[in-house]
């Protein structure tokens, strides 16, 4: 993984601004830093090394300085298999497939190679033979990249620096349903080179009629693939230099549902016995909550003002995550899971506030930072295992982000299937599938590398949406029953895997579960889609 900063400057006002860009990527990779700079052209990439025996320091350049390349991504499937069992450098391989092709052909080259290959994904791509930049983000914008226009000058950047927001720089996210492309000496809006690096996600979901017979073989098959998913994010991963040997590579972002609980459970197949594995918990002291808990003492009690409420931390996911670190501890005996207890202070939540609004940024609702403030928390990784202070080494965090997009785990899923039955219920899921790209995973990105680690979605490999989409709603959820009928599927496949806590829950959003929504009184009167309030310059 690795941060990106372009700039195409023109005028003096503009150094200072690229400085701050610089300094904010330089967090995303702590273990290489380099710039290119030429004719008013610099790149600039940081590294964090996750793959093979050795860090590759970015950007990569070719023999004859004609191309530089900045490559944040990681490869899990590819149609040639050899790209992802090779131990050679992701961006590496891509620049020499590039440089093989004539320079004519090089942006059909490289929308081709983007469109048969899977994984997480944004570049930035010099070719001074042609004269233009190449940049874009994969199609379900699982890394975040971000353009902008501002004083003559032209940016693209992983993320915005806190001088650039307090400039009214105008960043937007690159969308992701294409590659683009900057002619050098033109201070105009990027062209669109191609769509067809999105043809392997956008299968149209199958529609069965409700009369027919659901196969026996696809909870079987749905765990084969989902698994082959996990080892592929888990496996072959370098430990960082700083870290102690037999430290944790792999942690999982880790409220005790369903989504999680799973992936956790399959990546205990894949990690080395003895290594640890870190299921990292956030909880928020909520002053709302809690004075809703002092509103609801029994009249007359005497409360003692240190001890209620007993644990501002009890949140609804610490009790659910301890109950599913008792199913994986009962399955896995012999592996060493620490559940990483993250408690945050309000004061700390304050204190933190503007530089998560950063971070997000150009995102910026109420609930984008309720998100937000609870993913940067859990990613920085500081908390309590066994009643001592822990920092997580880990630098890849699983997540189980799109089962509930894939696998109907939504309340509105269940509200579509009573307005229109199967056919209402696969418009719903199509819709979700199609807005992944604006699932706002971009933001995520960015809070979770200003820590140095990088996210993985098993759900979201390419292999398991395309499955899903083969199936029909009903082998997927079933609301024909009362009781639970979303993501059935994958409760079947928890249910096998002997998570029984895990199997039964219900789903909650992690801004209600950690509470880091309504932090207080005035938060509680607000609409997540409200704006925050704009930034002073």
């Given at each position: 993984?690795?941060?990106?900063?372009?700039?195409?400057?023109?005028?003096?006002?503009?150094?200072?601004?690229?400085?701050?860009?610089?300094?904010?990527?330089?967090?995303?990779?702590?273990?290489?830093?380099?710039?290119?700079?030429?004719?008013?052209?610099?790149?600039?990439?940081?590294?964090?090394?996750?793959?093979?025996?050795?860090v590759t320091r970015q950007p990569l350049t070719s023999p004859d300085n004609t191309l530089w390349l900045a490559w944040n991504g990681q490869v899990f499937e590819a149609d040639e298999e050899s790209w992802y069992a090779s131990a050679e450098n992701d961006a590496a391989i891509l620049l020499r497939h590039i440089q093989a092709v004539a320079p004519p052909q090089r942006k059909e080259a490289l929308c081709s190679l983007l469109a048969h290959m899977d994984g997480p994904y944004a570049f930035a791509?010099?070719?001074?033979?042609?004269?233009?930049?190449?940049?874009?983000?994969?199609?379900?914008?699982?890394?975040?990249?971000?353009?902008?226009?501002?004083?003559?000058?032209?940016?693209?950047?992983?993320?915005?620096?806190?001088?650039?927001?307090?400039?009214?720089?105008?960043?937007?996210?690159?969308?992701?349903?294409?590659?683009?492309?900057?002619?050098?000496?033109?201070?105009?809006?990027?062209?669109?080179?191609?769509?067809?690096?999105?043809?392997?996600?956008?299968?149209?979901?199958?529609?069965?009629?409700?009369?027919?017979?659901?196969?026996?073989?696809?909870?079987?098959?749905?765990?084969?693939?989902?698994?082959?998913?996990?080892?592929?994010?888990?496996?072959?991963?370098?430990?960082?230099?700083?870290?102690?040997?037999?430290?944790?590579?792999?942690?999982?972002?880790?409220?005790?549902?369903?989504?999680?609980?799973?992936?956790?459970?399959?990546?205990?197949?894949?990690?080395?016995?003895?290594?640890?594995?870190?299921?990292?918990?956030?909880?928020?002291?909520?002053?709302?909550?809690?004075?809703?808990?002092?509103?609801?003492?029994?009249?007359?009690?005497?409360?003692?003002?240190?001890?209620?409420?007993?644990?501002?931390?009890?949140?609804?996911?610490?009790?659910?995550?301890?109950?599913?670190?008792?199913?994986?501890?009962?399955?896995?005996?012999?592996?060493?899971?620490?559940?990483?207890?993250?408690?945050?202070?309000?004061?700390?939540?304050?204190?933190?506030?503007?530089?998560?609004?950063?971070?997000?940024?150009?995102?910026?609702?109420?609930?984008?930072?309720?998100?937000?403030?609870?993913?940067?928390?859990?990613?920085?990784?500081?908390?309590?295992?066994?009643?001592?202070?822990?920092?997580?080494?880990?630098?890849?965090?699983?997540?189980?982000?799109?089962?509930?997009?894939?696998?109907?785990?939504?309340?509105?899923?269940?509200?579509?299937?009573?307005?229109?039955?199967?056919?209402?219920?696969?418009?719903?899921?199509?819709?979700?599938?199609?807005?992944?790209?604006?699932?706002?995973?971009?933001?995520?990105?960015?809070?979770?590398?200003?820590?140095?680690?990088?996210?993985?979605?098993?759900?979201?490999?390419?292999?398991?949406?395309?499955?899903?989409?083969?199936?029909?709603?009903?082998?997927?959820?079933?609301?024909?029953?009362?009781?639970?009928?979303?993501?059935?599927?994958?409760?079947?496949?928890?249910?096998?895997?002997?998570?029984?806590?895990?199997?039964?829950?219900?789903?909650?959003?992690?801004?209600?579960?950690?509470?880091?929504?309504?932090?207080?009184?005035?938060?509680?009167?607000?609409?997540?889609?409200?704006?925050?309030?704009?930034?002073?310059?």
């Amino acid at each position: 993984m690795c941060g990106i900063a372009l700039a195409v400057q023109a005028g003096a006002s503009a150094t200072a601004l690229w400085t701050t860009l610089v300094q904010e990527v330089a967090c995303r990779g702590p273990d290489a830093q380099q710039a290119c700079t030429q004719g008013g052209i610099s790149l600039y990439a940081s590294v964090l090394g996750l793959r093979g025996e050795t860090v590759t320091r970015q950007p990569l350049t070719s023999p004859d300085n004609t191309l530089w390349l900045a490559w944040n991504g990681q490869v899990f499937e590819a149609d040639e298999e050899s790209w992802y069992a090779s131990a050679e450098n992701d961006a590496a391989i891509l620049l020499r497939h590039i440089q093989a092709v004539a320079p004519p052909q090089r942006k059909e080259a490289l929308c081709s190679l983007l469109a048969h290959m899977d994984g997480p994904y944004a570049f930035a791509l010099v070719d001074f033979h042609e004269r233009a930049i190449y940049f874009g983000r994969d199609p379900l914008g699982r890394r975040s990249l971000l353009y902008a226009q501002h004083e003559g000058s032209t940016y693209v950047c992983s993320v915005a620096s806190d001088a650039s927001v307090q400039q009214h720089v105008p960043w937007a996210e690159v969308d992701c349903t294409s590659i683009w492309r900057l002619g050098m000496e033109t201070r105009s809006d990027p062209t669109a080179l191609s769509r067809d690096v999105r043809t392997h996600y956008t299968t149209r979901l199958t529609l069965c009629a409700p009369s027919s017979p659901i196969p026996t073989s696809i909870l079987p098959a749905f765990a084969e693939i989902l698994e082959e998913s996990v080892r592929r994010r888990v496996q072959c991963t370098r430990v960082s230099s700083l870290a102690t040997p037999g430290a944790a590579r792999i942690a999982v972002l880790f409220s005790g549902g369903l989504d999680c609980t799973v992936l956790a459970a399959l990546a205990a197949k894949h990690v080395p016995r003895d290594e640890p594995i870190d299921l990292i918990n956030v909880a928020f002291e909520n002053p709302r909550a809690i004075a809703a808990a002092w509103a609801a003492a029994p009249p007359g009690a005497t409360i003692d003002e240190d001890q209620f409420p007993a644990d501002p931390y009890a949140v609804p996911d610490r009790m659910t995550a301890q109950k599913s670190l008792d199913d994986l501890q009962r399955l896995y005996p012999s592996r060493t899971w620490q559940l990483v207890r993250v408690n945050v202070p309000f004061a700390e939540y304050t204190a933190h506030t503007q530089h998560i609004e950063t971070l997000m940024y150009p995102t910026a609702s109420v609930m984008d930072l309720s998100i937000a403030a609870a993913l940067y928390f859990a990613s920085r990784g500081r908390g309590d295992v066994h009643g001592h202070m822990y920092i997580s080494p880990a630098r890849i965090l699983l997540s189980g982000l799109g089962a509930d997009e894939l696998l109907a785990g939504y309340a509105r899923h269940r509200q579509a299937w009573r307005r229109g039955g199967d056919v209402a219920l696969t418009a719903e899921l199509q819709m979700d599938m199609d807005r992944l790209p604006t699932r706002n995973l971009g933001r995520d990105d960015r809070v979770f590398s200003s820590h140095a680690r990088e996210a993985r979605y098993p759900y979201l490999a390419r292999s398991v949406m395309t499955y899903l989409a083969t199936l029909p709603v009903r082998a997927k959820a079933d609301f024909s029953e009362d009781g639970h009928g979303d993501k059935q599927l994958l409760r079947a496949l928890a249910a096998q895997l002997g998570l029984a806590h895990a199997s039964t829950l219900p789903k909650r959003a992690i801004q209600f579960g950690a509470r880091s929504a309504k932090m207080d009184a005035q938060g509680a009167r607000q609409k997540g889609h409200a704006a925050l309030h704009p930034r002073s310059s």
